[in-house]
């Protein structure tokens, strides 16, 4: 599976961006995908995850509320709709797939390459 993110840039606290990650098309409905990131110097955390035909999803405490994350299988595309961004939510953020439905890193088999999300106070 390869993975392309993109939408990443520098927006205002308080603003909005979506970021886009499409995939290899034969393979993208067999894995959950997950929305990653890390600011330097710190470790990579988990974000959001759905699963493969988009009914479970679960977030991380710090974006619950303000992004949403989804799916189209027919694009080949998850999405992370990300709201009312905060300064501490810049960071490098990373797409992931895998054959499990978890918030732990390792446990995702292919990751994308990031987009880059700044936010100025």
């Known amino acids: 599976v390869q993975l392309q993110a993109s939408g990443g840039g520098l927006v205002q606290a308080g603003g909005s961006l979506r970021l886009s990650c499409e995939a290899s098309p034969r393979t993208f409905t067999s894995y959950h995908m997950g929305w990653f990131r890390q600011a330097p110097g710190k470790e990579r955390e988990f974000v959001a995850r759905?699963?493969?035909?988009?009914?479970?999803?679960k977030y991380a405490d710090s974006v619950l509320g303000r992004f949403t994350i989804s799916r189209d299988n027919a694009k080949n595309t998850v999405y992370l709709q990300m709201n009312s961004l905060k300064p501490e939510d810049m960071a490098l953020y990373f797409c992931?797939?895998?054959?499990?439905?978890?918030?732990?890193?390792?446990?995702?088999?292919?990751w994308g390459q990031g987009t880059q999300v700044t936010v100025s106070s």
């Open positions: 992931a797939a895998g054959s499990r439905l978890t918030d732990h890193p390792s446990s995702y088999d292919y």
């Open positions: 759905i699963s493969v035909y988009g009914k479970i999803t």
